[in-house]
């Protein structure tokens, strides 16, 4: 199984349903072919400045440095200047493109009801560990 880190509030807003995309740089060609099921890992960084503009006065509380969830990641995008204002909405945040930015669209969005302490790791990673795997099919 695959697994992404994403930092907080952002990772809190998808697990919610209101950010349906990922945006990543993505340099690995294997990372752009994945299709399939995905955990959701929130690292130990927070993202301050959006979390207090969507209202987290206590951002430092978020869970952290855990898997949440799962979804199902259905699509890659290429996300360029032409096409960035169409997919605004679903990841909340305008970026300047540098190079070849991508939106994971990530659906069937389901937040686990015990986090799993896990270290994760930049871009998509596998997650080797047959108990957290068995934990996360459950869901």
Request: charged share 20%.
């Amino acid at each position: 199984m695959k697994g992404i880190s994403i930092q907080q509030p952002w990772i809190d807003l998808i697990l919610k349903g209101s950010k349906k995309m990922e945006l990543r740089y993505l340099q690995n060609e294997n990372s752009i072919q994945y299709r399939g099921k995905i955990a959701l890992h929130a690292s130990l960084k927070i993202d301050y400045n959006p979390a207090f503009f969507f209202g987290y006065s206590e951002a430092w509380n978020l869970n952290r440095g855990a898997i949440l969830g799962i979804a199902d990641l259905t699509d890659i995008i290429i996300i360029d200047d032409n096409n960035q204002c169409d997919y605004l909405n679903h990841h909340l945040q305008y970026l300047p493109i540098n190079g070849f930015l991508y939106g994971l669209k990530l659906e069937n969005v389901r937040k686990i009801k015990h986090p799993i302490r896990f270290r994760g790791h930049p871009g998509l990673f596998d997650i080797n560990d047959d108990n957290i795997i068995n934990k996360l099919h459950s869901f």
